[in-house]
């Protein structure tokens, strides 16, 4: 794919992220989400590709755009036709609460190289290219943190896991105690917590838990580009999140399959963006200026070359329609 897709990709995140930071703190998880996917959806409008949503906001009769199965982008029948995964915004609750670590994110590869994952959930362990290749979502906490310690040249005591702060896991947090380990714990925002693996700065070296399937194939992506390592396991937790799967193809039999990054995200041709909505740990959030200016700060990935570009971008916003119409909308 053409390397100029990465600054066309970085566009789309940078306005749905201008656009639901409007919202922040103001107790509007709706409203947030709905100004996201609003930019996101006519950035996408100039991008030159023949895009197909596969990871989206839910199924058309759910939706209103940016839906599964939806077709995107501004590709004529010579434009190369491209899986999307997209979260216009990772963490509704933290831009309505005003909390850090909410992200605009979208993933992007070739047609058929992104896992449609069900809207379910999917049990999940992430570490850094340093760590690659000695995880096993199959094996106990102890021995996954005493792995990574040691592919890290750590001590476990100085290894930081990052767990989602929800009951379903307070046995693993107490197991992680047990081991000795120092726990991060994060209320929203699966892909970024997963990304935050990839990046020493962070601090984060591990992630564990059950969370989003959708969420966990855009993070695969994300490390793909990095190095890193994703794997999965479908881990649906009704009966509702149950037939999700059969929708796609995904029965009993298939749920026991670990899946590896390959089979979540295929080849090398992968691009990944985020652009930070509030202030995170690894990017900063939107900041308005007076005189209708605001500055983003985003990152964009490629797999291919293994190339991570951090972009800070100063904008005018009223001098462009896009903007102009989203802020319009979303006056709040």
């Known amino acids: 794919m053409n ?4 600054i066309s990709l970085i566009r789309v995140t940078e306005t749905a992220a201008l656009a639901s930071a409007r919202y922040m703190g103001r107790g509007d998880k709706i409203g947030a989400d709905q100004a996201a996917v609003d930019g ?7 991008v030159n590709v023949r895009g197909t949503v596969v990871i989206g906001e839910g199924e058309k009769d759910k939706a209103p755009m940016l839906y599964i ?13 491209v899986d999307i995964a997209v979260d216009p915004l990772d963490g509704t609750t933290l831009v309505a609460k ?5 992200v605009a994110v979208i993933a992007m590869a070739p047609k058929g190289c992104l896992l449609n994952a069900p809207d379910t959930y999917m ?15 199959n094996a106990s906490v102890e021995q996954n943190i005493k792995s990574v310690a040691k592919a890290l040249d750590k001590d476990v005591a100085d290894l930081t896991v990052i767990v989602q702060d929800r009951p ?6 107490r ?3 047990k081991v000795g380990s120092r726990l991060k714990l994060f209320g929203e925002g699966d892909v970024a917590a997963a990304i935050a693996t990839g990046f020493e700065d962070t601090g984060v070296d591990m992630l564990m838990g059950i969370g989003g399937a959708p969420e966990g194939v855009i993070a695969a992506a994300a490390l793909k580009c990095m190095g890193g390592e994703l794997q999965g396991q479908l881990y649906p937790m009704s009966d509702e999140e149950m037939e999700r799967c059969k929708e796609l193809g995904w029965y009993e039999k298939d749920l026991k399959k670990i899946l590896k990054l390959e089979d979540l995200v295929k080849g090398d041709e992968v691009f990944f963006a985020s652009t930070g909505i509030s202030d995170g740990d690894l990017l900063k959030g939107v900041l308005y200026y007076g005189n209708n200016h605001a500055k983003t700060h985003s990152v964009v990935m490629r797999a291919k070359t293994g190339t991570i570009r951090f972009v800070e971008a100063v904008h005018k916003l ?10 319009k909308k979303h006056m709040v």
């Open 3 to 6: 390397r100029n897709l990465a």
């Open 168 to 173: 379903r896991h307070y046995d693993m947090i």
């Open 69 to 81: 199965g939806e077709h995107i982008g501004a590709g004529g029948e010579d434009s190369m036709e």
């Open 318 to 327: 009223d001098k462009t329609d896009i903007m102009e119409d989203l802020m």
């Open 123 to 137: 049990k999940k362990i992430a570490v850094g290219p340093k760590a690659a290749g000695k995880i096993d979502i």
């Open 175 to 177: 197991e992680i105690r």
């Open 40 to 46: 996101m959806r006519k950035a996408f409008d100039l």
């Open 98 to 102: 005003g909390l850090p670590n909410a």
